[in-house]
């Protein structure tokens, strides 16, 4: 009687391992995720913000400028490298 509880327990073990390795290797969601690709907002910390376009160039590079207030924030990078510039009017 004993060997069918533990066989039972160890078979609980195992398929919660499996359970959670295949939650694990579930691709995770991106910032802004939550928002569908037509729409010109993103929701974050339950804030709607402006969406930025990204132009991402065929090396790889990409560019994206933000207005914030009177100055324009540029934000550029490649090979997770990035750079931002202001310019303010």
Not at 5 to 18: C, K, S
Not at 73 to 84: K, L, M, S
Request: hydrophobic content about 30%; overall charge positive.
């Amino acid at each position: 009687m004993k060997t069918v509880q533990w066989a039972a327990i160890a078979g609980a073990a195992v398929l919660g391992m499996t359970a959670g390795a295949a939650w694990a290797s579930a691709p995770g969601q991106k910032e802004g995720g939550n928002t569908p690709p037509g729409w010109s907002y993103e929701v974050r910390n339950g804030q709607r913000v402006p969406r930025v376009p990204r132009k991402v160039n065929a090396d790889g590079s990409w560019t994206e400028e933000i207005r914030q207030g009177n100055c324009t924030v540029t934000r550029t990078g490649r090979d997770g490298e990035v750079r931002e510039t202001r310019k303010c009017d």
